[in-house]
């Protein structure tokens, strides 16, 4: 969903625009206090922002982007852009987002995998080592024996991913 901050006359004229050309449910704010009682009710994938409504307000942008949750920011104006221009933008932004967090995403997974196989191989030494001794009683080597196993599917499954 996104969310129109803009006091125009032609917010309804753009939101219905933005919504046929992202395919995203557009609702508007005519003010910042209304924007930030949307911002706390709903959570929006992208922010537009008016820039006529940050000139007469310049504590608007600080205000609205501290409250934004995780929707992307979209700078727009609606005094020079046509309603299909705002809304290419917004898809455009809509696409920025989605591979940023994709990247994001990626890098985590790499760091939680490395981070894994370290400790997967730590396991799968120190209970290697600890299978070598001879006078360890046998259920002892049967519960060392069954969490190398589980060690090992776990190298295995991340090498898989």
Known sequence: MILLVTASSRALECAAAMERGTGHKTQVALSVPQAMAQLHATEYEALAIDQSLLEADLRALDTLL????????????????????????????????????????????RELRNLLRSEITG???????????SAL?????TKLQLMHEMAEKMRTQLHVV
Not at 68 to 91: D, I, K, T, W
Not at 93 to 99: D, G, M, P, Q, Y
Not at 137 to 141: G, I, K, Q, S, T
């Open 137 to 141: 009683p046998a259920d002892v080597v």
């Open 66 to 109: 501290n409250h934004a949750g995780v929707a992307v920011p979209l700078y727009v104006n609606l005094a020079l852009h046509s309603g299909e221009r705002v809304a290419r933008e917004a898809q455009a932004a809509l696409e920025r987002a989605v591979k940023e967090k994709r990247a994001a995403l990626q890098c985590v997974e």
């Open 123 to 133: 396991i799968l030494l120190t209970s290697q080592l600890a299978l070598r001794n």
